[in-house]
Structure formats: structure tokens, C-alpha cells
């Protein structure tokens, strides 16, 4: 059972940035691996239904992001079991809980039933 944990978020103006980390754990601890998955990030703002912020492939060649978070969000992973979403130049309407989700196979995608797997969220509010 593939466990995900998202970190990070928090309270910052706008301008602001901050960076979440989601890891991933479960599975035998001999075997694991996040290399194996492609993950999405998604927010849930203040009255609006859960919506796709990014997504990144199994092997880290190729994000997607939405029109809004361009240049202003990059999603990466690392050599372990943890994916960044690092997040520049916030905005107000960037407030929300964003969840990491993660799908077994290459490719990511921006519709959240694609998912199999999701984190608790971590709240991020950008407040002057």
C-alpha cells in the first residue's frame, strides 16, 4: 500500500514562495520506489471542486502544468522517493490544499480519477 505525505505548506504574502514536498512510502522497504509512478498535484481552493496544478511523469522527462501556474511552478523529483512542487511569485487565488496523487505507469495526467493513491494535503495560504 503506497502512502503519500505532502509538507510545506503554510502562510506566505504574496510575491511569496514556498516549496512542497510530497513522499512516498509502503510497499516492501527493500523494493519501494516512486520511479515507478507519475504524480499530480492538485488544490482544492476556498468553494471550488479539487482541480489539477501539475503533473509529472514517472521518470521526471516531461511536467504539465495549468495555464495559471506557467512559469510560476516547477515540479520535480529526486533520486529517493519525494516530488517538489516549488511555487514562485504566489498569488492570492494560489490559496488552497494541494494533494499530491500518484498512478502506477509513465504517463500523468490532469483528471484527479486517473489516481490511485492521495496524501492528506497541506494548506497554503496567500494572504498579504
Known amino acids: 500500500h503506497l502512502e503519500l505525505v505532502e509538507s510545506g505548506g503554510g502562510l506566505v504574502q504574496p510575491g511569496g514562495s514556498l516549496r512542497l514536498s510530497c513522499t512516498g512510502s509502503?510497499?516492501?522497504?527493500?523494493?519501494?520506489?516512486?520511479?515507478?509512478?507519475?504524480i499530480g498535484w492538485f488544490r482544492q481552493s476556498p468553494g471550488k471542486e479539487r482541480g489539477p496544478v501539475a503533473c509529472?511523469?514517472?521518470?521526471?522527462?516531461?511536467q504539465d502544468y495549468i495555464n495559471s501556474v506557467k512559469g510560476r511552478f516547477t515540479v520535480s523529483r529526486d533520486a529517493k522517493n519525494t516530488i517538489y512542487l516549488q511555487m514562485n511569485n504566489l498569488k492570492p487565488e494560489d490559496t488552497g490544499v494541494y494533494y499530491c496523487a500518484a498512478r502506477r505507469g509513465y504517463a500523468c495526467y490532469f483528471v484527479h480519477l486517473k489516481y490511485n493513491y492521495w496524501g492528506q494535503g497541506t494548506q497554503v495560504t496567500v494572504s498579504s
Open positions: 509502503g510497499f516492501s522497504l527493500d523494493d519501494f520506489s516512486l520511479d515507478d509512478f507519475a
Open positions: 509529472v511523469n514517472s521518470d521526471g522527462g516531461g
